[in-house]
């Protein structure tokens, strides 16, 4: 069945460092990706999406690039403040149906 | 334009009760899906409803149960409380497609305590 695996944390990093969070999927047909973002005491927000092969979403300087032929959807950032700690997520939607699947998430501490 | 709503935001019940959550998507959506979240097991699917029928459903036991009404708020209900139920359990929506694959909208959450 479809599935998403993603790195496991916790991750720390310095004020400006660079931001790499790993998620691969396994998927029938053509899934859309998405990365959401979880705050302390919040529900997920969408962070950014892509729905098709070579696609890059983009969003509040994060970026993922859909890349079929590794079944990947990395999410970087190039310089991370201390607001973008939080827990991310990352997740498929399958071809058919509304369900989701959700990585176990990531939560990412940024350190002034 | 107002975002997912869940009611009550906190509960705290006891082994052995029921209780009954409940969801207002954003207007126009007429998909519904919910979610547990706990430190163990991160975030799990329940079950989606869409125009008032469910369409998919997680690996739950059948004390959780859902339902949409003809306005597509939704409500979950568990029954015979466990330890194990508490959580925070997250309501998501979605524009009307029969394919899916958009975006879900997250509400804040209902935090379930029981004691």
């Known amino acids: 069945g479809d599935s998403v695996t993603q790195m496991e944390g916790p991750v720390t990093l310095s004020e400006e460092a660079f931001l790499t969070i790993n998620c691969t999927y396994t998927a029938t047909g053509y899934p859309s990706l998405f990365w959401y973002v979880q705050y302390p005491g919040e529900g997920l927000q969408l962070l950014l999406k892509a729905t098709k092969a070579d696609d890059k979403g983009s969003n509040k300087g994060f970026e993922a690039t859909y890349r079929k032929e590794t079944t990947s959807f990395h999410l970087e950032k190039g310089s991370v403040q201390v607001s973008d700690s939080a827990v991310y997520f990352c997740?498929?939607?399958?071809?058919?149906?509304?369900?989701?699947?959700f990585g176990t998430g990531t939560s990412l501490t940024v350190i002034p | 334009k107002a975002g997912v709503t869940q009611t009550p935001r906190y509960l705290i019940k006891t082994r052995g009760q029921q209780v009954t959550l409940s969801c207002s998507p954003i207007s126009g959506h007429r998909s519904v899906s919910w979610y547990q979240q706990t430190p163990g097991q991160g975030l799990q699917f329940l079950f989606e409803?869409?125009?008032?029928?469910?369409?998919n459903k997680g690996n739950f036991p059948g004390r959780f149960s859902g339902r949409q009404f003809s306005n597509s708020r939704s409500e979950m209900n568990v029954s015979t409380l466990e330890l194990g139920d508490s959580a925070l359990y997250l309501c998501?929506?979605?524009?009307?497609?029969?394919?899916?694959?958009?975006?879900?909208?997250f509400g804040p959450g209902t935090r379930l305590t029981v004691l």
């Open positions: 998501a929506s979605s524009l009307p497609t029969l394919a899916g694959r958009n975006e879900q909208f």
């Open positions: 997740a498929l939607s399958g071809a058919t149906g509304n369900q989701f699947y």
């Open positions: 409803y869409f125009s008032e029928t469910q369409r």
